[in-house]
């Protein structure tokens, strides 16, 4: 069966650390580009980071640069999203997402989401 699972998610200060880890079954994740969004109540979806299935480019919203690190697990089938000096306004329902375009079909799968609250 094909899934996405994310985990690590929390409460944490201002200023604390957390680092998200989105597992996968039923298929190889290096070879779809995965990307972590994020959703604030109120607020749309919005894309936070990804990583390339190719070259292992990385790309970061402005609002998380050098703050946030993506990075492929060696050997686990798991993506991670390392996050810093968190901030209130990082608070909310982290997602992560795996692409894969084969021919003429896009292969797109999401994952329930991880809850991460930034407060003191």
């Known amino acids: 069966q094909v899934q996405l699972v994310e985990s690590g998610g929390g409460l944490v200060q201002p200023g604390g650390s957390l680092r998200l880890s989105c597992a996968a079954s039923?298929?190889?994740?290096?070879?779809?580009?995965i990307g972590w969004f994020r959703q604030a109540p109120g607020k749309e979806r919005e894309g936070v980071s990804c990583i390339s299935s190719s070259d292992g480019s990385t790309y970061y919203a402005d609002s998380v640069k050098g703050r946030f690190t993506i990075s492929r697990g060696n050997a686990r089938n798991t993506v991670y999203l390392q996050m810093m000096r968190l901030k209130f306004e990082d608070t909310a329902v982290y997602y992560c997402?795996?692409?894969?375009?084969?021919?003429?079909?896009?292969?797109?799968?999401w994952g329930q989401g991880t809850q991460v609250t930034v407060s003191s």
């Open positions: 997402n795996a692409k894969r375009l084969i021919i003429a079909t896009v292969n797109d799968y």
């Open positions: 039923g298929f190889t994740l290096d070879y779809y580009a």
